[in-house]
């Protein structure tokens, strides 16, 4: 039962344009929603997250949409940097329940010069 | 300065042992946990501690217990160790909020 679904694993973006990478849901319980970002041999390490009770957050060149309705998420980055290239996770959980996350299964991103 | 710290970072073992990975975090957060990334790089939460307090126990066989001696350490033992026990195991924490800080991760190689 996979309540959180990355369907691309992965993604080539060239440098300097827009990296979209998605996020579908099933547990319309979620009210929070987080990026991670992953490199080789590393720990996933946070990125940026947004609660349900908005659309959109932005921080710096990355942003994150949220669609209750859809129940889709989706990581923007503008513009993509060779060192943006990592595996990316998408992860939701309920307020009040100790920060139990559910993560996707990541994105491989590469950005290429 | 690591925050979060987990040893071994490798561990290659044969079946039937019995093995212990350590974690330890600097951050001061409450609240620890044990996730498992697969061979299909699901990562999914084992198990959680509050201020050494266990409030998640996710469907984990026996052979795995983790024990939080203080809140800053959270150690998990395995007995009896299977093939499909091979994994990345990643110790993380938290405070309060839903944003977890890992660990480098330990693969474990079971043979």
């Known amino acids: 039962d996979q309540q959180v679904k990355q369907n691309s694993p992965s993604l080539s973006v060239q440098e300097g344009r827009i990296s979209i990478l998605n996020c579908d849901y099933t547990n319309s319980m979620f009210d929070y929603f987080l990026w991670y970002k992953k490199y080789p041999a590393e720990g996933p390490t946070f990125l940026i997250s947004i609660s349900s009770i908005k659309d959109k957050n932005e921080d710096g060149r990355f942003t994150v949409f949220l669609n209750k309705s859809a129940k889709h998420l989706s990581l923007h980055i503008v513009p993509s940097q060779p060192g943006d290239s990592a595996v990316y996770f998408c992860a939701a959980g309920r307020t009040g329940t100790a920060s139990k996350l559910t993560f996707g299964t990541g994105t491989r991103l590469q950005v290429t010069l | 300065d690591t925050a979060v710290s987990q040893t071994p970072k490798y561990l290659v073992t044969q079946m039937g042992n019995d093995k212990s990975i350590k974690c330890e975090q600097n951050?001061?957060?409450?609240?620890m946990y044990w996730y498992k990334q697969d061979s299909k790089k699901f990562l999914k939460i084992m198990f959680s501690y509050n201020n050494k307090e266990l409030i998640i126990n996710e469907t984990v066989p026996n052979r795995f217990s983790p024990k939080s001696p203080d809140k800053a350490h959270l150690n998990l033992h395995i007995n009896s160790l299977e093939l499909g026990d091979s994994a990345v195991y990643f110790c993380?924490?938290?405070?309060?909020?839903?944003?977890?800080?890992f660990g480098e991760g330990s693969r474990l190689t079971v043979l």
């Open positions: 951050l001061g957060h409450d609240t």
């Open positions: 993380a924490s938290s405070h309060g909020a839903p944003m977890l800080f």
